[in-house]
């Protein structure tokens, strides 16, 4: 089992780059593949979860070029073109990807199976198996609700029926799922959520000239389009350059600077959270590459408060939780943290992981059935902390060992490569 173990030691000084947005490198892959023509991707994540996507489509006869380096050439093969994968499609630890491509496969000619790890299978998806089976899919997993390994049956292009769905949570997965449907069902498919949830998948579908229609917390998609390729530049992923932000915020003398990171709207909520709690963050040179917005985010070290947290600032930093309750750790008062309850079912329940770690940490951590309260400012001991395979909780105990006494060791680390590969000696470089 692969270990980290991180010890304090000076600031953070310097500049960086994180890898390529994860969400952005999934969707990317996903438009190319059904696009008309050769989409050429520059900064695409070489995780394994958005390596595992653009193996899936290989497997469904895509030609893709380029995932040893991050440069892709995606040859397109329309909407139609692609064909029967010889076995089931291992997803591996990707929510992302399972969800998305059960949704796109919805509306093919041809069924498949979808799986994944051991943590994915434990995961359940009748939240898009419910509104897909609304639509004429044929979808089904294990049990009520409907754990991999997901078999869809063919449907074929048009044979879905198009929906207006209420969604009773805001996710972009689920969103996501139900549009990509869309495409292959007759007429207009609208979500509609209590709270707007990422939008990559809209922006990238508008860009490769699919008709969108958007009224308040409704977006929607006309079935038939045709995609047309686009070359597109990925920026640096707004949820990994978190855990640098957080880093120099906590670190006395800490002054970083992470270059080219996403800073799309509805992905902006761990810069609105750490600024409310008294961080220095200030954002540089903000540009426009494609379809999504990118900047500098300039972190220096500040004392940091608690505060509340919940509502559409939760929902724009969903992803962001645990290394949130690691600043609020290192907080003076009391952080709270609500309306967090899908945190339950991701790589592992998060909420319960962070307690526990927490917990290790000697820091007063209570959990709720939506979140957690965090009481902040006390001494941060060293520990040996389990992961639970969760890449995100990893590398939050990872950055809280900057200011633990005696350093921590984070055990079942190799879950941190799904989706930031060399992230440790990233760290290092800038001590």
Same mark, same amino acid.
């Given at each position: ?11 953070? =000084? ?27 991707? %520059?900064? @695409? ?7 595992? #996507?653009?193996? &899936? @489509? ?29 076995? &089931? ?7 992302? !990807? ?11 000619? @041809? ?18 198996? =419910? ?6 899919? =044929? ?19 048009? =044979?879905? /029926? ?26 207009? /498919? ?37 995609? *047309? ?13 978190? @855990? ?9 003398? !800490? ?10 709207? #509805?992905? /902006? ?8 709690? $008294? ?22 070290? !500040? ?12 929902? %724009? ?78 590398? !939050? ?11 921590? #060791?984070? #055990?079942?680390? *190799?879950?941190? $490569? ?14």
């Amino acid at each position: 089992m692969e270990t980290i173990t991180i010890r304090p030691g000076g600031p953070l =000084k310097g500049e960086l780059s994180v890898p390529g947005d994860k969400s952005i490198s999934h969707r990317a892959v996903m438009f190319g593949a059904i696009a008309d023509g050769v989409s050429r991707v %520059r900064g @695409f994540l070489t995780g394994e979860d958005s390596v595992n #996507t653009a193996r &899936a @489509f290989g497997a469904m006869g895509v030609g893709i070029d380029g995932l040893d380096t991050g440069d892709l050439i995606i040859n397109g093969v329309g909407p139609d073109g692609l064909k029967p994968p010889e076995g &089931a499609l291992d997803l591996g630890n990707s929510g992302t !990807s399972i969800r998305l491509l059960t949704g796109l496969l919805a509306g093919q000619g @041809f069924g498949c199976t979808l799986t994944g790890d051991e943590y994915l299978c434990r995961r359940p998806m009748d939240r898009i198996v =419910k509104p897909l089976s609304m639509m004429g899919a =044929k979808v089904r997993g294990a049990g009520e609700k409907n754990y991999p390994p997901l078999t869809i049956e063919p449907s074929g292009r048009g =044979k879905l /029926t198009a929906i207006s769905y209420n969604s009773p949570i805001a996710s972009a997965q689920v969103k996501s799922s139900v549009l990509l449907a869309g495409l292959y069902a007759d007429g207009v /498919t609208t979500v509609t959520e209590p709270v707007k949830s990422r939008d990559h998948t809209e922006r990238m579908l508008r860009y490769m000239g699919a008709e969108l229609v958007e009224d308040g917390l409704t977006v929607g998609v006309r079935g038939g389009a045709r995609l *047309a390729a686009k070359d597109l530049t990925v920026p640096g992923d707004i949820s990994s350059a978190a @855990f640098f932000m957080v880093a120099a915020a906590i670190t006395p003398g !800490s002054d970083l600077l992470i270059r080219n990171v996403g800073i799309n709207p #509805t992905r /902006t909520g761990i810069i609105d959270i750490l600024r409310l709690m $008294n961080a220095a963050i200030t954002v540089e040179e903000p540009n426009s590459e494609g379809p999504e917005p990118v900047a500098d985010i300039r972190v220096e070290y !500040s004392e940091l408060r608690g505060i509340e947290i919940g509502g559409e600032l939760l929902v %724009r930093a969903i992803d962001e939780f645990p290394i949130v309750c690691i600043a609020a750790a290192c907080a003076r008062g009391i952080t709270t943290v609500r309306d967090a309850s899908e945190l339950r079912v991701k790589e592992s329940d998060r909420i319960a992981a962070m307690a526990a770690g927490l917990d290790r940490l000697g820091v007063i951590a209570r959990e709720t059935p939506d979140g957690i309260t965090i009481d902040g400012g006390c001494r941060i001991e060293g520990a040996e902390v389990d992961s639970h395979g969760d890449h995100r909780v990893a590398m !939050s105990m990872a950055v809280a060992g900057l200011v633990a006494d005696g350093g921590m #060791t984070i #055990t079942d680390t *190799a879950c941190i $490569n799904t989706s930031f590969p060399g992230f440790a000696g990233l760290l290092e470089s800038v001590r």
